[in-house]
């Protein structure tokens, strides 16, 4: 099915996966619409200087409706038809139950399922008209919950079933649904910098209680460690494999509901063979198998 020419809106552009995909789709010749959290950022920039005149930074936070309906507008004002739409926004969300905030949790569930529903409310009339696709980007953590990851991990379980029933909604329509479910691929979005700041501050707010169940050592410093240990891999691969996930997904003409993609270049990945794994045994023995280090 060719790319060129195509309309597809690509969310969470200012860095990692939505920014790679935006660059890719836009050298493949398709019409990009690169939705960035602050559309005058330093990754919104350099998708403005690097790419062609085909892709559009727009300015888009898929918690405001307002903004959503805004770039509906100026696709519906310049464009016949919008092809294709992938929803990539997405935050982390790290630490045990008893220590991350409400407001972090709540926060997460809003950006990473909430946005990409509020996003196929608002296009889903154009993409029915169409007949396009939606590829919506989860996590092996939407298969196989981790601990101290309940936040992150509960918000793609959440997206992989809104987009099952999503799917099948659409199937009369012509409109096809694809998750997307990456492994612990090295971006700038994952980078462990970025997960510090949250993370420290989570554990200062602690009550003194808490901070004894949870010492500093292990819950902050091991954990930002091991974090950081995993990202440094040799193994770990860049992101061109999502790429050709997301293209596969919007452009095949028999376009796969999940691609499950490793981050690593092993033939068996870790993270692909829990989810495997996953299918075929009782819960108390995946409990074992990623119990891991205790927390104390």
Not at 7 to 34: N, Q, R, Y
Not at 43 to 68: F, K, M, P, W, Y
Not at 172 to 199: D, I, N, Q, W, Y
Not at 229 to 251: C, Q, S, Y
Request: one cysteine or more.
């Amino acid at each position: 099915m060719p790319v060129a020419g195509r309309v597809v809106l690509v969310t969470g552009c200012d860095t990692g996966l939505g920014h790679e995909m935006a660059k890719f789709l836009d050298s493949l010749g398709a019409i990009v619409f690169a939705g960035c959290l602050d559309s005058a950022g330093e990754g919104a920039e350099t998708l403005r200087t690097t790419c062609s005149s085909n892709l559009h930074v727009v300015q888009l936070d898929v918690t405001n409706d307002e903004q959503i309906h805004g770039v509906y507008c100026i696709i519906k004002k310049n464009y016949k038809e919008l092809w294709g739409v992938v929803n990539n926004a997405g935050v982390g969300c790290w630490g045990t139950v008893e220590v991350v905030s409400m407001e972090w949790m709540q926060r997460t569930m809003d950006i990473n399922t909430y946005g990409v529903v509020r996003v196929c409310k608002k296009f889903l009339p154009m993409l029915r008209s169409s007949r396009g696709r939606i590829v919506n980007i989860s996590s092996v953590r939407g298969q196989v919950s981790q601990k101290a990851n309940s936040g992150y991990c509960m918000s793609k379980f959440a997206l992989e079933a809104f987009s099952d029933s999503l799917r099948r909604e659409m199937t009369h329509f012509g409109v096809h649904v694809s998750v997307v479910e990456p492994g612990g691929f090295r971006t700038k979005g994952a980078a462990p910098e970025k997960l510090e700041v949250p993370l420290r501050a989570e554990w200062d707010a602690l009550g003194e209680e808490l901070k004894s169940v949870y010492p500093k050592e292990v819950y902050v410093e091991q954990f930002l460690g091991n974090f950081k240990k995993g990202k440094d891999r040799p193994d770990v691969i860049g992101t061109a494999p999502i790429n050709e996930a997301v293209l596969d997904g919007l452009f095949s003409r028999r376009p796969c509901c999940r691609y499950l993609i490793g981050g690593t270049d092993n033939l068996m990945d870790i993270e692909k063979v829990y989810v495997f794994i996953s299918w075929l045994v009782p819960s108390h023995i995946m409990d074992l198998i990623l119990g891991g280090v205790s927390l104390r």
